[in-house]
């Protein structure tokens, strides 16, 4: 049983920086496979980033290349986002994704994910 918490999100300008977290929580640990996710009002739940068990190998979607970086530490049992040059078109809930099988961070559907978090919102003003 994986269960997430994310923080991090708030209200920011644009070309400005956020780091998002996303903890397991007590007694839990992350999944191999660990992944963000966002999902605008009115639109479908999209495919940010992932990242597979070691923390080397990463994906992501075409848009936040260059931009945001996902990272973890399974020492503390957290996933990182770092999004930087912000866009108001970043706006959306993100949410932390996991799964058990690592190779699965190379999936971008939300089907292939397990466990999902609460959802922190990100709110990126023009």
């Known amino acids: 049983q994986v269960q997430l918490v994310e923080s991090g999100g708030g209200l920011v300008q644009t070309g400005g920086s956020l780091r998002l977290s996303c903890a397991a929580a007590?007694?839990?640990?992350?999944?191999?496979?660990m992944a963000w996710f966002r999902q605008a009002p009115g639109k479908e739940r999209e495919f940010v980033a992932s990242?597979?068990?070691?923390?080397?190998?990463?994906n992501y979607v075409d848009s936040v290349k260059g931009r945001f970086t996902i990272s973890r530490d399974n020492a503390k049992n957290t996933v990182y986002l770092q999004m930087n040059s912000l866009k108001p078109e970043d706006t959306a809930l993100y949410y932390c994704?996991?799964?058990?099988?690592?190779?699965?961070?190379?999936?971008?559907?939300?089907?292939?994910?397990?466990?999902w978090g609460q959802g922190t919102q990100v709110t990126v003003s023009s």
């Open positions: 007590e007694r839990t640990t992350l999944g191999n496979a």
């Open positions: 990242i597979d068990w070691s923390g080397i190998r990463t």
């Open positions: 994704a996991a799964s058990q099988t690592s190779s699965i961070f190379l999936k971008t559907q939300p089907h292939e994910y397990n466990y």
